[in-house]
């Protein structure tokens, strides 16, 4: 039943159930349950706190396919791809970036996207945790201090950077957008409402063929360039129905 325990065979609960799946509406079909580890650390909340928080690191995470994993040169590792980050939050302060591949969080290795945003949710607030990162073929570790997750903050897009995610341009991508033969880069694939990409007027199908003026030609030369290190204002140059045009300068908050 929902809400109730799940047991082993030796009577120990190892998780609560939550639905199930079924055909006809009954009892016969596919359950699905909380893990009860899950469950542990809620009820120590509650017993502390009175509410639960989740730990908030401010970056958008996916699971990438195998051309973007070819182009970012991380073919031989597990991990989740930092799509976007947003600004002022704890994954920016502490220096992650978008482009960015986590392959470890406090030395456990991270398997895909849906076990590390299971662990960074259960991180407290204040809690400083350390992440092991691919960059530009390099591994570098980057030391953030999570906070606690407000919705109102990681729903807001106007702080979301850069606003707007990629894919390679493939053949089939090229001759789907009829981009010219010599035209090299990376095709916008989504943007996000209100973000800073969409004051930019940035839109899906667009070509980002460089970055403040410095041309790329793959998803690992754009992110190099995106660097917010070491830029304090983005301008994009991109081509679309056939012409390339500059976007305005968009100047990214401290």
Do not use: C
């Amino acid at each position: 039943n929902s809400g109730g325990p799940l047991i082993n065979i030796y009577g120990e609960v190892i998780g609560i159930n939550s639905w199930i799946a079924s055909q006809s509406g009954g009892s016969q079909g596919l359950g699905f349950s909380i893990p009860i580890n899950n469950i542990k650390t809620a009820i120590d909340q509650f017993i502390s706190d009175g509410k639960i928080t989740y730990g908030w690191l401010g970056a958008s995470l996916a699971d990438i396919t195998t051309d973007f994993k070819k182009e970012l040169e991380v073919e031989d590792v597990s991990g989740s791809f930092v799509s976007q980050v947003f600004i002022g939050s704890p994954a920016m302060k502490g220096g992650l970036q978008a482009g960015d591949y986590i392959t470890a969080l406090n030395g456990k290795t991270v398997k895909d996207t849906d076990q590390l945003v299971r662990d960074v949710g259960n991180l407290r607030a204040g809690q400083t945790a350390s992440f092991t990162v691919r960059r530009a073929k390099q591994t570098v570790t980057i030391t953030v201090k999570i906070d606690s997750r407000n919705e109102e903050v990681s729903a807001d897009n106007s702080k979301l950077w850069p606003g707007f995610t990629i894919s390679p341009l493939t053949d089939a991508l090229r001759n789907r957008l009829s981009v010219e033969k010599g035209v090299k880069g990376v095709v916008i694939t989504s943007v996000q409402e209100k973000s800073p990409a969409a004051a930019l007027r940035l839109q899906t199908g667009d070509v980002i063929t460089a970055v403040n003026g410095t041309s790329v030609s793959n998803v690992k030369e754009f992110y190099a360039a995106l660097d917010t290190q070491k830029n304090s204002q983005v301008y994009f140059d991109v081509y679309s129905d056939g012409h390339t045009i500059s976007t305005a300068r968009y100047r990214i908050p401290n």
